[in-house]
């Protein structure tokens, strides 16, 4: 701490006057230092100051002048992009996918890659090659990177120092998954539940911008929940928040009880999986997958009809649970299933007739990067507390 009245105190200030002036530049992209004396209300002088610690500090740099106004040609200042790189990492079922942003928000790689491997190591060792990967593509090493974010299946269990509730992720909750992660990955590590990673997505690009509260529920593999309450997103006292495949439900014949017991019911029923054991329940013949049912619900198959409107009915009834629970403004379905065509209109007519109240309802426009853009976000926020807390004095 810092006392009042002492010797530090003039130090104090002047991390104040970094503080402001890089979170100007950062929210502009370019500014003078006249633009800077302007919108932080802070003397020139100060501005120039305050512009030559972070030059020596390596967070902006000189990008040009800006010519063709009157006067003379004022010199332009950014953020400088090789002053840390975020990268991040969604594990998925079927997919791995990651990508690599410097500090000034600019993708620098992105890729994916099937997931092969059948066991927790092995997914470990996969993820540990797509970053070495996304690195030599982005030109950088490993040890360049600041902040690692993985977005993954699960919430932390601090008793075990695993993950639990890893879904259809064989030995991802054992122990050594997390410190085999750590040491591929160093102390920058951060582990976000996959959900929550694509809600802040669609909360920094998407539908929930400007949005106080919503609710990102993703249907596909699995199921789960991503909930923002006045702007920040809601964890829970244990991370389970948004953990709704655990929701209790007695519809859907697809509900397998050893499926229900390690997944949650409604996952059981309402997942990808439900979808295929409700097909073959209803009779459809040959390869079946949620992507076919749905097609040939589209086509109208009436047995895919059928299994598409019970498909529905599970989905609005989470969604009301959603609502009398939390209320929020916005209800945004994201996921292979989410994001079926035509099925929101089948799920919110169930919803207007069973909802206490009816939120504005969207479709995800995110896409398979949701959760990596979510990590990146919430990387690329982390980084930034680091940064604007290594310009504060020693106390």
Wanted: a neutral charge; hydrophobic letters at 45%; aromatic letters at 4%.
């Amino acid at each position: 701490m810092v006392p009042a009245g002492s010797a530090a105190r003039p130090q104090l200030i002047r991390v104040m006057n970094e503080q402001l002036v890089l979170g100007h530049i950062r929210t502009a992209g370019e500014l003078s230092r006249a633009d800077l004396a302007r919108t932080s209300s802070l003397a020139k002088n100060t501005v120039s100051l305050a512009l030559a610690n972070l030059e020596r500090a390596g967070l902006v740099r000189m990008s040009g002048v800006r010519t063709g106004v009157p006067g003379p040609a004022a010199v332009l200042y950014q953020v400088n992009p090789e002053a840390g790189f975020v990268l991040g990492l969604d594990v998925g079922g079927h997919y791995l996918r990651g990508a690599i942003t410097d500090l000034a928000g600019a993708v620098r790689a992105r890729t994916s890659l099937r997931a092969r491997a059948r066991s927790g190591s092995g997914r470990v060792a996969e993820l540990a090659g797509l970053g070495a990967m996304l690195c030599a593509e982005a030109g950088i090493a490993l040890t360049d990177v600041s902040q690692t974010v993985l977005g993954s299946p699960g919430i932390y269990d601090p008793a075990r120092d695993a993950l639990t509730l890893v879904g259809g992720l064989p030995g991802w909750d054992k122990p050594v998954v997390l410190r085999e992660l750590r040491e591929s990955f160093g102390d920058t590590l951060v582990l976000e539940n996959d959900i929550d990673a694509a809600a802040l997505a669609e909360q920094a690009h998407g539908h929930g911008r400007d949005v106080g509260s919503f609710a990102f529920v993703s249907i596909g593999t699995g199921i789960g929940m991503g909930l923002v309450i006045g702007g920040r997103l809601h964890r829970g006292a244990h991370g389970a928040a948004g953990e709704i495949g655990f929701l209790p439900t007695t519809d859907g014949a697809a509900a397998n009880a050893a499926d229900a017991r390690r997944r949650g019911r409604l996952e059981a029923a309402a997942s990808a999986t439900g979808v295929v054991r409700a097909a073959r329940l209803a009779g459809m013949q040959g390869p079946v997958s949620a992507r076919s049912v749905f097609a040939a619900a589209g086509r109208g198959d009436e047995r895919a009809t059928r299994v598409v409107a019970q498909e529905a009915v599970l989905v609005a009834n989470a969604i009301c649970a959603i609502v009398a629970v939390a209320d929020p403004d916005l209800v945004v379905l994201g996921g292979g299933i989410g994001q079926a065509d035509q099925f929101l209109d089948q799920v919110a007519t169930h919803v207007r007739e069973l909802a206490p109240v009816v939120p504005d309802l969207r479709v995800s426009a995110l896409g398979d990067d949701a959760v990596v853009d979510g990590c990146l976000a919430a990387g690329t926020d982390r980084l930034w507390e680091r940064l604007m807390g290594a310009l504060a004095p020693a106390s």
